[in-house]
């Protein structure tokens, strides 16, 4: 197993492909580990002549556990509905901190960042605070932390707060699964090819009850990103599913309407997942914002 250890706060990564390469920082959700990246998206970065690193955020898989008793389940969802400040051990600016670290670790001046989710808030702080090591950033089923962006659907909270309902294996398992599959929507079948194929692994890999409700705790607790947001000169690249119920389509409009370098692409009926019938689309989208952004920093330095 590879870690960055300092300070007895080691994060899990794994690297893939050449080193040689422009390198691609792939950071996930709450709640997910590694695993979580399917590895048809790895595959397909890599071959298109890409370094790709993922890792554990702090609080999940094998990366470092944090200190501190979480919020309780309660308190999150009430704030989480009723867009109000919850306490947190740490931010999201921590966790991208984190990213930064593991870079300096590997020895990559800059890395290419690519966020879903919680992870694609922890670029937007990664590109907002640490511009020089920002090659890009895409952005995928996330939010710039606008409270009157979009609302979540009930059932997908719910279905989110269910999995913590229960301390049995199995059920935290079976809840998982139909989580995923609320937050797929209706069109594709995360049971059947999206981020619910992981959720038995992922818990024999590691269940992190306490560390994922700290996680939750920094997603609510972060602010608007809307004025740093504008001031950003990095290429990004927004994309969303249009039946999002977690993350509504107008969060990914509201993070692409105010950033002055970005793009947005809509993807059809894909709701809150990654699944397999997705991934060639993502990977092109994904390889063809990086490439073209990597050309346009080259030209830029021989200039």
Same mark, same amino acid.
């Given at each position: 197993?590879?870690?960055?250890?300092?300070?007895?706060?080691?994060?899990?990564?794994?690297?893939?492909?050449?080193?040689?390469?422009?390198?691609?920082?792939?950071?996930?959700?709450?709640?997910?580990?590694?695993?979580?990246?399917?590895?048809?998206?790895?595959?397909?970065?890599?071959?298109?002549?890409?370094?790709?690193?993922?890792?554990?955020?702090?609080?999940?898989?094998?990366?470092?556990?944090?200190?501190?008793?979480?919020?309780?389940?309660?308190?999150?969802?009430?704030?989480?509905?009723?867009?109000?400040?919850?306490?947190?051990? %740490?931010?999201?600016?921590?966790?991208?901190?984190?990213?930064?670290?593991?870079?300096?670790?590997?020895?990559?001046?800059?890395?290419?960042?690519?966020?879903?989710?919680?992870?694609?808030?922890?670029?937007?702080?990664?590109?907002?605070?640490?511009?020089?090591?920002?090659?890009?950033?895409?952005?995928?089923?996330?939010?710039?932390?606008?409270?009157?962006?979009?609302?979540?659907? #009930?059932?997908?909270?719910?279905?989110?707060?269910?999995?913590?309902?229960?301390?049995?294996?199995?059920?935290?398992?079976? $809840?998982?699964?139909?989580?995923?599959? #609320?937050?797929?929507?209706?069109? %594709?079948?995360?049971?059947?090819?999206?981020?619910?194929?992981?959720?038995?692994?992922?818990?024999?890999?590691?269940?992190?009850?306490?560390?994922?409700? $700290?996680? %939750?705790?920094? #997603?609510?607790?972060?602010?608007?990103?809307?004025?740093?947001?504008?001031?950003?000169?990095?290429?990004?690249?927004?994309?969303?599913?249009?039946?999002?119920?977690? %993350?509504?389509?107008?969060?990914?409009?509201?993070?692409?309407?105010?950033?002055?370098?970005?793009?947005?692409?809509?993807?059809?009926?894909?709701?809150?997942?990654?699944?397999?019938?997705?991934?060639?689309?993502?990977?092109?989208?994904?390889?063809?914002?990086?490439?073209?952004?990597?050309?346009? $920093?080259?030209?830029?330095?021989?200039?």
């Amino acid at each position: 197993m590879t870690y960055l250890q300092s300070s007895n706060a080691a994060i899990h990564f794994e690297e893939y492909g050449n080193r040689a390469h422009p390198s691609v920082l792939l950071i996930h959700d709450a709640f997910a580990q590694v695993i979580h990246w399917p590895q048809s998206l790895i595959d397909g970065i890599v071959a298109a002549g890409l370094h790709a690193i993922v890792f554990d955020n702090r609080d999940s898989g094998l990366s470092f556990e944090a200190e501190g008793e979480p919020a309780t389940l309660a308190e999150l969802v009430s704030a989480t509905m009723s867009r109000t400040p919850v306490a947190a051990h %740490y931010t999201l600016s921590d966790m991208a901190g984190d990213a930064l670290r593991l870079l300096d670790h590997l020895d990559r001046p800059a890395a290419h960042i690519v966020g879903f989710a919680m992870g694609g808030s922890i670029g937007q702080y990664f590109a907002i605070e640490h511009p020089q090591r920002c090659g890009s950033l895409t952005v995928i089923s996330s939010t710039s932390g606008n409270d009157e962006a979009g609302i979540p659907e #009930v059932q997908a909270v719910e279905a989110i707060e269910d999995i913590f309902l229960t301390t049995d294996r199995d059920e935290i398992i079976r $809840r998982t699964v139909n989580c995923y599959n #609320v937050l797929g929507g209706s069109h %594709y079948r995360s049971e059947a090819e999206g981020l619910a194929r992981f959720a038995e692994a992922a818990h024999h890999r590691a269940y992190r009850r306490e560390g994922t409700l $700290r996680q %939750y705790a920094a #997603v609510v607790a972060a602010t608007d990103r809307r004025q740093e947001l504008r001031k950003l000169r990095t290429d990004v690249l927004v994309i969303h599913g249009t039946e999002n119920p977690l %993350y509504r389509i107008t969060d990914g409009e509201d993070i692409a309407n105010n950033v002055p370098k970005a793009r947005l692409e809509l993807i059809d009926k894909l709701g809150h997942d990654l699944p397999e019938s997705v991934i060639p689309e993502l990977v092109r989208l994904i390889a063809d914002h990086v490439l073209a952004s990597e050309s346009g $920093r080259r030209r830029g330095h021989s200039g």
